[in-house]
């Protein structure tokens, strides 16, 4: 038995549409395909994740917005799947088309440490406890393979890739409060391999690289993603009124985020004053036009060099091993 229930073909800019059975209480929405990435698939996700919370279905208890994908919770003593399914085409029918899509997105600015020693300290640990001859360690850090995966030059090549940019959370998962974080300029598109076998420990607040995808640590745990800098905390069960203001996960899906690069010695002090109740963050609220987007990404000069780095990276991972 198919746990796909319909699908709908890409049309008008729109992308194809396959709804599958998740249980019996949800509907998981497919947008797209698989493979390569597409921010704009990804912009239409939350376009539909919000247009449901804009005009609510009577049974639908909750919406979960993925990479390319729309997780939607109901109450089957209320609403059947066929009659969320119905309801789900009639949205995607009212959605506009991709440029005219605009989308509630606040902007953060989070501090930056490179190579700091808490993500020294885990890469340490798992060449000691876990993998002696891990090729992703190189001096005891993950940069330096990064920036041969990606052909880069030198270790400021790949701190520019990362700062240069706004950084578009395209979902929170895998546990609560993670977010998944892509360029939203495509000339700082960067890739590496996960850890093989997975990391121990993370430190919390620790900035790692997995596939295309930025993550920040929220808390203390396993991962699998190359670590390259720490920032400050993102998660606070303990609310306190000038850390995280209202929501103790800091960083919301369709947020934006720019990267400040500080030192170790001042990122440990505004750390501090996170911890001490003392510092505000940088959170400006706003919306984000879709258009801005799809317009970079249009430019003959950034289509060009994008794709000149991507072919410089794929010529590069042919010389370096993968974990």
Not at 27 to 41: A, F, K, M, R
Not at 298 to 310: F, I, K, L, M, T
């Amino acid at each position: 038995m198919s746990a796909i229930i319909t699908t709908a073909e890409p049309r008008a800019g729109r992308p194809k549409v396959t709804y599958r059975t998740a249980g019996d209480r949800a509907v998981l929405v497919e947008y797209g395909h698989t493979i390569p990435v597409d921010l704009s698939v990804n912009f239409f996700a939350h376009a539909s994740a919000q247009h449901l919370a804009d005009h609510p279905v009577r049974g639908v208890l909750e919406v979960a917005p993925g990479l390319r994908s729309l997780l939607v919770y109901y109450d089957p003593a209320v609403i059947g799947q066929d009659r969320v399914v119905v309801a789900l085409e009639e949205l995607h029918d009212d959605i506009p088309e991709p440029a005219s899509i605009v989308l509630p997105s606040r902007r953060l600015t989070l501090p930056i440490a490179f190579d700091d020693s808490a993500s020294r300290e885990a890469v340490n640990r798992y060449r000691i406890s876990t993998r002696p001859d891990a090729p992703n360690v190189v001096d005891g850090n993950n940069i330096d393979y990064l920036v041969r995966y990606n052909g880069l030059p030198n270790r400021e090549a790949f701190a520019e890739r990362i700062l240069r940019t706004e950084w578009w959370n395209a979902f929170t998962g895998f546990y609560p409060g993670l977010p998944s974080l892509l360029p939203l300029d495509p000339r700082s598109e960067i890739i590496a391999p996960k850890y093989n076998p997975a990391r121990g420990w993370t430190p919390e607040g620790a900035v790692a690289l997995g596939g295309p995808c930025l993550v920040i640590h929220p808390i203390e745990s396993v991962g699998s993603y190359q670590l390259f800098g720490r920032t400050l905390p993102i998660s606070n069960l303990v609310r306190q009124p000038r850390s995280h203001r209202i929501d103790p996960i800091l960083i919301h899906p369709g947020d934006r985020i720019t990267f400040v690069e500080v030192t170790e010695g001042e990122l440990i002090e505004l750390r501090r004053q996170v911890f001490e109740g003392r510092y505000d963050y940088a959170i400006e609220p706003g919306r984000y036009a879709v258009a801005d987007h799809l317009k970079l990404g249009s430019d003959p000069e950034v289509a060009a060099e994008a794709q000149r780095r991507r072919a410089t990276r794929g010529a590069a991972q042919e010389l370096v091993k993968v974990p």
